[in-house]
């Protein structure tokens, strides 16, 4: 099993940025594909970026160009840097590990952009 903490969601202003951090622990970390997915309100969470163990980052194309998504496998860590924020990416954002279908998720932390 892992165990996730998403850190890092806050109160922004549009065009302005954040930095995600997902810190996990109690398995091997460099094994897992990792991933952030979101959910906003009254809507189905949806994937937001993935960092597959050895294979190439995926994003949805909604935040294509302005997210990236990376991974410190030294640190158990997996990162989403978020630039020019718009209000439609306010979400409580979860990180998530997958290992051979086992899926685990974080909690999630929240993203609010507005004015």
Do not use: H
Not at 1 to 13: D, I
Not at 60 to 66: I, P, Q, Y
């Amino acid at each position: 099993q892992v165990q996730l903490v998403e850190s890092g969601g806050g109160l922004v202003q549009p065009g302005g940025s954040l930095r995600l951090s997902c810190a996990a622990s109690g398995s091997i970390f460099s094994w897992y594909d990792m991933g952030w997915y979101r959910q906003a309100p009254g809507k189905r969470r949806e994937l937001v970026a993935v960092i597959p163990n050895g294979g190439s980052t995926n994003y949805a194309d909604s935040v294509k160009g302005r997210f990236t998504i990376s991974r410190d496998n030294a640190k158990n860590t997996v990162y989403l840097q978020m630039n020019s924020l718009k209000p439609e990416d306010t979400a409580v954002y979860y990180c998530n590990a997958n290992l051979g279908g086992m899926q685990y998720w974080g909690r999630g932390t929240l993203v609010t952009v507005s004015s």
